[in-house]
């Protein structure tokens, strides 16, 4: 088990260089910026005077539609046609609808949600309990809550975990106690494309294999005075 881990761990970083830094990154939390393969819901709520005006446009009074935001950021909307929202903020996205659907000659009550939110992830790997990619959505996420959403720690000790985080060419290294030590002053920002490897340090399993060695030898002791 103990030989497995190791060997994950040197293939993680195998694939994964960069500079260490001995400064933890500072971000400000950002507004989330629609990108390519979101997918947006179009929620609209039509005006009864208005409904014949939009019987080609939109079937029903109140229509709820998903869209999936395109390779060149566009989505495509029946009989509105191609719209580029990619890039944009929820708002402006709203604002770019509410131009196009004027100049259609509709003045719907509308809004938009991101139903899924495919564009922007990170990955975390490693001496977690469920790794795998997180998305980032509306909600800035942070170190110790991408943490937390794949179960914690595999190992209730953190004072041997260390955290390393790539990006863009460079590790920061934190190590675990530090992680529940974070407040609203230092906590670590997570962008798009950040890397995440939890590690176990050479020691603690060193003191597992040392445990294990002692469990044994006690078993010994006592099948031989049985």
Wanted: hydrophobic fraction near 35%; glycine fraction near 8%; charge should be negative.
């Amino acid at each position: 088990h103990v030989r497995s881990r190791r060997q994950r761990q040197m293939c993680i970083r195998d694939r994964l260089d960069g500079v260490i830094e001995w400064r933890m990154p500072s971000l400000e939390p950002q507004t989330y910026r629609i990108g390519v393969g979101d997918v947006i819901t179009l929620n609209m709520q039509l005006k009864e005077s208005l409904s014949n005006v939009l019987n080609d446009l939109i079937a029903s009074q109140n229509s709820q539609r998903g869209f999936k935001v395109q390779d060149d950021g566009a989505v495509s909307i029946p009989d509105i046609g191609r719209l580029v929202i990619g890039g944009l903020t929820l708002q402006e996205a709203e604002s770019a609808v509410y131009q196009r659907l004027l100049e259609v000659g509709v003045s719907p009550s509308f809004s938009i949600e991101i139903n899924k939110f495919n564009s922007q992830k990170i990955s975390i790997s490693g001496n977690v309990i469920s790794p795998g990619i997180l998305p980032l959505t509306l909600q800035p996420l942070y170190l110790d809550e991408a943490i937390y959403e794949s179960g914690g720690f595999t190992i209730s000790d953190a004072s041997f975990i260390i955290v390393r985080l790539y990006r863009n060419g460079s590790i920061y290294q934190i190590f675990g106690p530090e992680i529940y030590n974070q407040n609203d002053t230092n906590r670590i920002l997570l962008k798009d494309g950040d890397t995440i490897v939890v590690d176990v340090a050479d020691e603690y399993d060193r003191i597992l294999g040392l445990r294990q060695e002692a469990r044994a030898n006690s078993c010994l002791l006592y099948t031989s005075d049985a």
